[in-house]
Nanobody
């Protein structure tokens, strides 16, 4: 089972930027699809972004489209979430999560596009990193 550790969160002013990292150990990240979720107290986990196993397909929540960029460096066993023009509404605990395509019933991109925000699909999760956007 892959272990994940997020980092890079913190306090930032509105309009600021942060880059989150998700470092994997205990396996090879290249074998996994990676998603980023966020959660605020009292709410469920919200899918923020997704990057496919080969890194050539990405999805974003409408609320972050154009402001966030997901990427991966499999040589470093690390995935990233670059966040720009942050807004107070982006305040949350951010988590990375992974699942192997072989563990997904139909890993074709158009299928993932419909299901990537379903948090129950992911097999391993990090502990989360807090992002606070406030003036």
């Amino acid at each position: 089972q892959l272990q994940l550790v997020e980092s890079g969160g913190g306090l930032v002013h509105p309009g600021g930027s942060l880059r989150l990292s998700c470092v994997a150990s205990g396996g090879t990240l290249a074998s996994y699809t990676v998603a980023w979720f966020r959660q605020v107290p009292g709410s469920g986990r919200e899918g923020v972004s997704w990057i496919g196993q080969r890194g050539d397909i990405t999805f974003y929540a409408n609320s972050v489209e154009g402001r966030f960029t997901v990427s991966r460096d499999d040589a470093l066993n690390t995935a990233y979430l670059q966040m720009k023009n942050l807004e107070p509404e982006d305040t949350a605990v951010y988590y990375c999560a992974v699942v192997r395509d072989v563990d997904f019933p139909d890993p074709r991109p158009h299928v993932w596009q419909s299901f990537w925000t379903a948090d129950f699909l992911y097999k391993s999760w990090g502990q989360g990193t807090q992002v606070t956007v406030s003036s």
